[in-house]
T-cell receptor, first 112, second 116 residues
């Protein structure tokens, strides 16, 4: 059973288009993290969302944490080829020192 | 800081051979994590250490897998004997845990293991 369901699994769009990817669960989280992983590299943290309803912006990326803290979304405006990668959401499975549990991610390809 | 350093980056071995993957965490970080990534299963947590002590190894698939952290700057993940189904990318990550904040991981570039 996947605790975090990410959708879509794969997405390929043209440069300049907008897109939204989702991270859903039936569980409530104290916080949620988004990572981006490029081919041949490890995941890199993009953002941590903590408060229900919180919206964080990172240039063309907008992250939202659901009011009930069960889901999150990532919206990219005017996608660029450099946005290509695997987008992963993750949560702390236990206390602060525990490892993160990851969703399977959304594979995003931005075509020039 | 050079980040989390993993070696080797690529390893190809034959079934039955012993494989040792190495990790140097970020200096000052007090937690270290080993993950395995495959297309089918995504990123799976295998084991993690806090202050060099193994805390949770419930993700280790079977007794063929073992991990050690002899000091704060070095950890190994060993597979003996290796099997083709162990083929995956193995990531090491470290973090500084403290306070009430979320645990933020810094990952290495991974070790791609192919077992023939």
């Amino acid at each position: 059973t996947q605790l975090l369901e990410q959708s879509p699994q794969f997405l390929s769009i043209q440069e300049g288009e907008n897109l939204t990817v989702y991270c859903n669960s039936s569980s409530v989280f104290s916080s949620l993290q988004w990572y981006r992983q490029e081919p041949g590299e490890g995941p890199v943290l993009l953002v941590t969302v903590v408060t229900g309803g919180e919206v964080k912006k990172l240039k063309r990326l907008t992250f939202q944490f659901g009011d009930a803290r069960k889901d999150s979304s990532l919206h990219i405006t005017a996608a660029q080829p450099g946005d290509t990668g695997l987008y992963l959401c993750a949560f702390n499975s236990g206390g602060g020192a525990d490892g993160l549990t990851f969703g399977k991610g959304t594979h995003l390809i931005i075509q020039p | 800081d050079a980040g989390v350093i993993q070696s080797p980056r690529h390893e190809v071995t034959e079934m039955g051979q012993e494989v040792t993957l190495r990790c140097k965490p970020i200096s000052g970080h007090n937690s270290l994590f080993w993950y395995r990534q495959t297309m089918m299963r995504g990123l799976e947590l295998l084991i993690y250490f806090n202050n060099n002590v193994p805390i949770d190894d419930s993700g280790m698939p079977e007794d063929r897998f073992s991990a050690k952290m002899p000091n704060a700057s070095f950890s190994t993940l060993k597979i003996q004997p290796s099997e083709p189904r162990d083929s995956a990318v193995y990531f090491c990550a470290s973090s500084l845990v403290g306070g009430s904040g979320a645990n933020v991981l810094t990952f290495g570039a991974g070790s791609r293991l192919t077992v023939l």
